[in-house]
């Protein structure tokens, strides 16, 4: 799915994001985590962005919603909203937060929106292990990153 569409979109300003592992997460060194949202109490919502319609067209352009220009290596993506559903989850859904863990980061995972406002931030995230299975699909490898189980786990 993601090759055919990426070969088309070479030309025309736009890729088909994949998933690779942030720099930020990764141990020891990295400044971000992994947070577990658990599936049994999170109704919260994340930008499921594996799939998702990048726009490298924006690379250095401004922005609506962005104060200032993106530079040469920020674009732009386009991702489905997933709304987690404690009675019907099987899977709680993971999202990438500050390191060291704090507990209050957690009250994201039972926010539909970070604001009420149009364009409102809403974290980046996928099911729960999803991001590890699909970095050792693409790479490879499974490496150690910063982890934040739930504290109600």
Do not use: W
């Not at 942030?22 to 994340?46: F, K, Q």
């Not at 220009?69 to 559903?85: F, G, M, N, R, V």
């Amino acid at each position: 799915m993601f090759a055919p569409s990426n070969a088309k979109g070479a030309a025309n300003g736009y890729i088909v994001s994949t998933y690779s592992p942030p720099v930020s997460v990764l141990a020891p060194n990295g400044d971000r985590a992994i947070y577990t949202c658990p599936a049994r109490t999170s109704d919260g919502a994340y930008a499921r962005c594996d799939g998702g319609i990048c726009f490298t067209s924006t690379e250095g352009q401004s922005f609506p919603g962005f104060e200032q220009p993106l530079t040469k290596d920020q674009i732009i993506c386009s991702c489905p909203i997933t709304i987690a559903h404690p009675k019907k989850a099987k899977l709680g859904y993971q999202i990438s937060g500050p390191y060291p863990c704090q507990k209050s980061f957690f009250e994201n995972c039972k926010k539909v929106t970070a604001n009420s406002k149009t364009g409102s931030t809403i974290y980046v995230g996928a099911p729960t292990g999803t991001a590890r299975l699909l970095t050792f699909l693409l790479t490879g490898n499974n490496p150690k990153t910063n982890e934040c189980p739930s504290p109600r786990d």
